[in-house]
């Protein structure tokens, strides 16, 4: 059974870097045609797309947070790594990683999410 | 805004069959097929339905869904309170080179 689980620090100040880890359970990150994505939610609104790392450690982007983000792929520790600098209060939200497969893009397997709040 | 429309809300009463569409462009859901999450409040989404009209294992059949040229819908029949939740769309934007989201709908059972 697959299982996802973010984590991180809860209160990041504005202008720094959020930086998140997903760590998976029951299956290899860099195995199959499999991809990790990163959605977020911001309180009481909708979700939105940050990006996805395949297997092999191809990556992409949303258009509207590219020159922020970065993922990784930490094989060793079997984990999922998000990246998102230069942080202002907008970016405070529910942050969740998921898989997909590939050629889909639909994400099969969430993680509970971890909430993380940008303020001084 | 989402690029992707779904009406914020809408309710039905127990037994009824509601839908929720999903209106999009010829860049996202024109080209692609979509899917459909599920998210009960405090929980994180669930993929309910996935390429257009597939169900995962364990999602009741009462749960389907279509598409039609720029435009999608998610059905519920046999409406059942464990149904009130929040519902996303989601597809491939061609233009954009990603994933985008609906703005989601609310389900209220009466």
């Known amino acids: 059974q697959v299982q996802l689980q973010e984590s991180g620090p809860g209160l990041v100040k504005p202008s720094q870097t959020l930086s998140l880890t997903c760590s998976v359970s029951?299956?290899?990150?860099?195995?199959?045609?499999?991809?990790w994505t990163w959605i977020r939610q911001p309180a009481g609104k909708g979700l939105e797309w940050i990006g996805r790392?395949?297997?092999?450690?191809?990556?992409t982007y949303s258009p509207s947070l590219k020159s922020r983000v970065t993922l990784s792929l930490d094989t060793s520790k079997n984990q999922v790594s998000l990246k998102l600098n230069s942080v202002t209060a907008a970016d405070t939200a529910i942050y969740y990683c998921a898989r997909g497969e590939w050629p889909l893009h639909s994400l099969d397997i969430w993680g509970q999410g971890t909430m993380v709040t940008a303020s001084s | 805004q989402s690029v992707l429309t779904q009406p914020p809300s809408t309710s039905g009463t127990p037994g009824q069959r509601v839908t929720i569409s999903c209106s999009g462009s010829?860049?996202?859901?024109?080209?692609?097929?979509v899917d459909w999450y599920q998210q009960l409040p405090g929980t994180a989404p669930k993929l309910l339905i996935y390429?257009?009209?597939q169900r995962p294992s364990g999602v009741p059949d009462r749960f389907s869904g279509s598409k039609s040229g720029t435009s999608a819908s998610l059905a519920i029949s046999g409406l059942q309170s464990e149904d009130e939740a929040d519902y996303y769309c989601a597809t491939w934007d061609d233009s954009l080179i990603g994933v985008i989201f609906g703005g989601g709908t609310k389900l209220t059972v009466l």
């Open positions: 029951g299956a290899s990150i860099s195995s199959g045609y499999y991809f």
């Open positions: 390429t257009t009209n």
């Open positions: 790392i395949y297997s092999r450690g191809s990556t």
């Open positions: 010829s860049s996202n859901i024109g080209g692609n097929t």
